[in-house]
C-alpha cells in the first residue's frame, strides 16, 4: 500500500472552545482533495478530446530532454483549475499538489510528481502568438463540427458582444463611455441555438460589434459548409450590428439572419398604422392605461411593492401574471431601405402597449414567406439566451483578464472557453442543465479520499453525497464501466 503523502509538517494546536474536552487541531490527516468532481471532467475530456486537440494546436518551443510539463499536462491542469472555481495563475502554486487534479491531468495521485507552478503557468500565458491563437480558435469550430455524429440541417449563430472590465493597465483595454463607463474589453461569443459555444473572441475595448463579426462570420459559415453542405445557417443579433457591409454578405452568401435594428424616424412613419392599431387593441380591451408619465412611474412602483408583499404564494403569482399581462400586441411588415443599404429589405416591427405606454421594437431579415409574428417571437426572442450562455461563461471567472499582454488576456480567455465546452459536454449527460455556479457546487466540490497503491488508485466520496446517483449516471454516460463493490 501506498504510504499517505500527509506529515506532520505544521505543529498541532490546541483550541478552547469545550467546556469539558480538550481540543486538538492536527495537520496529519489522509490524502484528500475538495475537488473530487475534476474526475468526472476528465472522463469527459477523455471521451471527447477536447483539450488534446487544443494543446496539440500550440507550439513548444522549450527543450524536449528537460520538459517537467507538456502542453497537455499545462492545458488540461488550467483547464481543471478553471471548472473547480480557481482562475488565477497564482492557484497553481497550491494546486499543484492535488492529488485528483493531478490524476485527472494524466499523473499518478500521491506517487506521481507535482504540477506546474505559477511561474510555468504563465509563461504558458505570454509565449503564445497570433497565428497560436487563431489555430485554436480553429479548434473550437472543428470541434463543434466533430461533436456532430450526423450533419444537422440547420444551425442557429447567435453573435453578441460583452463587457470585461479591467483595473489595470493591460495592452488595448480602453475606456467606453455609453452605458458602460469603464475600462474593458469586449470580447465576441458565438453560440449555437442550444448554447454550444463556437467563438470567443477577445477585442479592444473601444470596438463596435461589427468590426471583428464580419471576418469572424466568413470563416465560421466556411467552415461549416466545408463539413456541411446542405446546412441551412440562421444568424442572429441584436441592434448593436447594424451594419450595411454585414447584411449584404449575408444577402449574397445564403445566410438567413434576424437581426435588430436601431430606432429612426423613417421607420416611425412607416409603422403608424401598427402603433395606432396596439393602441386601440389595448384601449378596447383594458380601457385606458394606468401608468403613464412620471406619476404613473410612481403609481408603478407603488403596485408592484402591494404584489410582492402579498402573503399568500399562489396569490401573488397569479397578480403578478395579471399585473404584466395588460398587454396588447400588433405586427408591422414592410419594406424599407436605408440611405446606405444597397438594396430594400424586410423589416418587422413589433408595437407593445401596455400600462406605461408605447414599446417598439424593430428586425431586419431575409426570412421571406413566414408571418411577420412567428419570425419575430420563435425565431429573433429566442435570441435572450445567448445573454444567459454568456452569463455561463463568465460564472468561469473569465473577468480575471490581468495579464499586460492582449495575447495572454486571449489565450486566457480561450481556457475558459475551453472550460465551458468542457462543463457543456459533461451538462449534456445530465438530467437537466445547471448554471456552471450550480454544476461546481453539485458535482465538482466534492470531497475525496484518495488511496493509492500498486495496481490501483481509489477516490472515496462519502455515502452521504446527494448527486451520487447522477454523477454514477452521467459516468457511464461518459464511457466509465460499473464495477462490482468490494
Excluded at 418587422?348 to 431579415?365: F, H, P, Q
Amino acid at each position: 500500500m501506498k504510504k499517505s503523502t500527509a506529515n506532520q509538517r505544521i505543529q498541532q494546536l490546541g483550541l478552547d472552545i469545550l467546556p469539558k474536552k480538550a481540543v486538538v487541531v492536527s495537520f496529519d490527516g489522509e490524502d484528500v482533495s475538495a475537488n473530487g468532481g475534476l474526475l468526472l471532467a476528465a472522463q469527459a475530456e477523455k471521451a471527447t478530446g477536447l483539450l488534446k486537440g487544443a494543446a496539440e494546436r500550440l507550439s513548444d518551443h522549450r527543450t524536449q530532454s528537460l520538459i517537467k510539463h507538456n502542453n497537455f499536462e499545462q492545458v488540461a491542469q488550467r483547464v481543471y483549475q478553471i471548472i473547480a472555481g480557481f482562475a488565477a495563475a497564482d492557484d497553481s502554486d497550491f494546486l499543484r499538489f492535488d492529488p485528483v487534479l493531478k490524476a485527472a491531468v494524466g499523473r499518478n495521485p500521491l506517487s506521481g510528481d507535482d504540477l506546474a507552478s505559477q511561474p510555468t503557468q504563465s509563461r504558458l500565458e505570454n509565449n503564445r502568438s497570433f497565428k497560436e491563437l487563431y489555430s485554436l480558435s480553429k479548434w473550437l469550430v472543428e470541434y463543434y463540427i466533430e461533436s456532430h455524429q450526423k450533419p444537422p440541417k440547420k444551425i442557429v449563430l447567435d453573435f453578441d458582444g460583452s463587457a470585461i472590465e479591467t483595473f489595470g493597465v493591460q495592452l488595448n483595454a480602453f475606456y467606453r463611455s455609453g452605458p458602460y463607463k469603464k475600462f474593458m474589453y469586449f470580447p465576441l461569443f458565438v453560440f449555437d441555438e442550444n448554447g454550444a459555444l463556437l467563438v470567443a473572441a477577445l477585442r479592444p475595448g473601444d470596438h463596435g460589434e461589427v468590426q471583428l463579426a464580419l471576418p469572424v462570420l466568413k470563416r465560421l459559415v466556411k467552415m461549416l459548409r466545408k463539413a456541411w453542405p446542405k446546412v441551412e445557417i440562421v444568424v442572429r443579433a441584436d441592434g448593436a450590428f447594424t451594419n450595411n457591409e454585414l447584411y449584404k454578405w449575408l444577402d449574397n452568401n445564403s445566410v438567413k439572419y434576424t437581426l435588430g435594428i436601431k430606432h429612426n424616424n423613417a421607420l416611425l412613419a412607416k409603422t403608424r398604422f401598427c402603433r395606432a392599431d396596439a393602441i386601440t387593441k389595448f384601449k378596447r380591451k383594458y380601457a385606458q392605461p394606468e401608468f403613464l408619465g412620471k406619476p404613473g412611474k410612481k403609481q408603478k412602483i407603488k403596485r408592484m411593492k402591494e404584489i410582492r408583499a402579498i402573503p399568500r404564494r399562489t396569490d401573488r403569482l397569479e397578480a403578478e401574471r395579471q399585473f404584466n399581462g395588460r398587454r396588447a400586441r400588433a405586427f408591422g411588415d414592410l419594406r424599407y431601405k436605408a440611405d446606405s443599404w444597397d438594396r430594400v429589405r424586410r423589416v418587422i416591427a413589433r408595437c407593445d402597449y401596455t400600462d406605461s405606454g408605447l414599446e417598439v421594437r424593430y428586425i431586419v431579415t431575409n426570412i421571406e414567406n413566414v408571418v411577420a409574428r412567428l419570425v419575430y417571437e420563435n425565431i429573433y426572442c429566442k435570441r435572450a439566451l445567448c445573454e444567459m450562455w454568456i452569463k455561463n461563461v463568465k460564472e468561469t471567472r473569465c473577468e480575471r483578464m490581468s495579464c499586460s499582454q492582449f495575447k495572454a488576456n486571449a489565450f486566457r480567455l480561450l481556457l475558459h472557453a475551453l472550460a465551458y465546452i468542457l462543463i457543456y459536454q459533461v451538462q449534456q449527460r445530465l438530467p437537466e442543465r445547471t448554471s456552471i455556479a450550480q454544476f461546481q457546487r453539485n458535482f465538482i466540490n466534492i470531497a475525496v479520499r484518495v488511496q493509492e497503491n500498486r495496481h490501483t488508485v481509489h477516490f472515496r466520496i462519502s455515502q452521504s453525497y446527494h448527486a451520487a446517483k447522477t454523477f454514477r449516471t452521467c459516468s457511464k454516460r461518459l464511457g466509465a464501466e460499473s464495477l462490482i463493490a468490494a
